[in-house]
């Protein structure tokens, strides 16, 4: 297959091999954030690339997303899929030189040819916009990012309003903590178990406990 003239330009320019190393040996940081806030999570974000002596790639579940995080760090480069080849080529010829630069993107921008020792920033990863479901390759964000860790000393940070179990469960308590503001916690908070929902024959998308609330709300006029 004949590749287009602006790839087989881009491609000449690419140095082999590449002339990455491991800067050193330790381990990057793993931790997780959980948030109530948009603008609480987005300052969070803020500080992390701050304070990186590298490179830092933010993964975003949603196109919408970059533009309102670009608007805490708009020092960003942004990349989505639907860029064009010239904007895509831009970025990766940025990140290839091994200058220090923020990149804010859905899930592709996790195969940007970054440093080692990169942060990795990943907003809200349990929504499915980091899920690869249909063509080649197949991969999930979360699965990547976990590789960089143990094997690139990548640092990942898991900024989430509801992270997925296997993550909570798989850092450290020192690792993760809120950074929820005080005037969200005035919420009660309730847990519930939907297999006990299953067996006492509710197969909808909403507990017993949830479809009452809402039901209360609608008919106070609430939303």
């Not at 197969?203 to 609430?222: D, H, Q, R």
Request: aromatic share 8%.
């Amino acid at each position: 297959m004949l590749l287009p003239p602006l790839q087989v330009r881009e491609i000449g320019t690419i140095q082999f091999p590449i002339p990455h190393t491991i800067k050193n040996n330790e381990k990057g940081k793993r931790k997780l954030e959980t948030y109530g806030d948009a603008s609480t999570a987005y300052t969070y974000i803020k500080k992390v690339v701050s304070e990186s002596s590298g490179s830092v790639c933010i993964l975003v579940p949603r196109a919408e997303t970059i533009s309102s995080l670009i608007s805490f760090i708009p020092e960003a480069l942004r990349l989505e899929s639907s860029d064009s080849e010239k904007h895509t080529s831009e970025v990766w010829q940025r990140v290839h030189s091994g200058e220090k630069c923020v990149v804010i993107g859905t899930r592709s921008a996790i195969f940007l040819p970054f440093d080692f020792a990169t942060t990795y920033i990943v907003l809200d990863e349990e929504y499915e916009g980091h899920k690869q479901w249909e063509g080649q390759p197949l991969y999930r964000v979360h699965e990547i990012v976990e590789y960089l860790h143990r094997f690139a000393n990548a640092s990942v940070y898991y900024v989430s309003r509801t992270p997925q179990v296997a993550t909570l469960l798989s850092i450290p308590p020192n690792d993760r903590k809120s950074i929820v503001k005080k005037q969200e916690m005035n919420a009660e908070i309730s847990f519930v178990d939907m297999g006990n929902e299953r067996k006492a024959k509710n197969f909808t998308m909403l507990s017993g406990l949830a479809s009452t609330i809402c039901a209360e709300v609608l008919k106070k006029g609430g939303n």
